[in-house]
């Protein structure tokens, strides 16, 4: 049974930073690669980021690149999404889900699998 759990969230300043955690289980990070989505209130859900375990690449929208950072714990079946620089407009709910590839995907149809979401609200 595929499980992801997001972690993390929380209340920050602008200009601060917060580091989010996507524990998952019931399968190996080998064959999957993880992404971290975000909703923000009245607006669509929104692709951030995502690993691959293929070769480990990675990919950002063009908002948070150079500001955001994703990696992976193998041993701790754990994604994190590091992220600095906060801006207002990043306050959103935040989710992590898998995708049964090595590859980046990008588009939510490809996540088979997703987790509860954790808050996060930047303030100005």
């Known amino acids: 049974d595929v499980q992801l759990q997001a972690s993390g969230g929380g209340l920050v300043q602008a200009g601060g930073s917060l580091r989010l955690s996507c524990t998952f289980s019931?399968?190996?990070?080998?064959?999957?690669?993880i992404g971290w989505y975000r909703q923000a209130p009245g607006k669509e859900r929104e692709g951030v980021s995502c690993i691959s375990s293929g070769d480990g690449s990675t990919y950002y929208i063009d908002s948070v690149q150079g500001r955001f950072t994703i990696s992976s714990d193998h041993a701790k079946n754990t994604v994190y999404l590091q992220m600095n620089s906060l801006k207002p407009e990043d306050t959103a709910v935040y989710y992590c889900?898998?995708?049964?590839?090595?590859?980046?995907?990008?588009?939510?149809?490809?996540?088979?699998?997703w987790g509860q979401g954790t808050l996060v609200t930047v303030s100005s």
């Open positions: 889900a898998a995708a049964r590839t090595t590859y980046i995907v990008t588009t939510p149809r490809d996540f088979g699998s």
């Open positions: 019931g399968f190996t990070f080998d064959d999957y690669s």
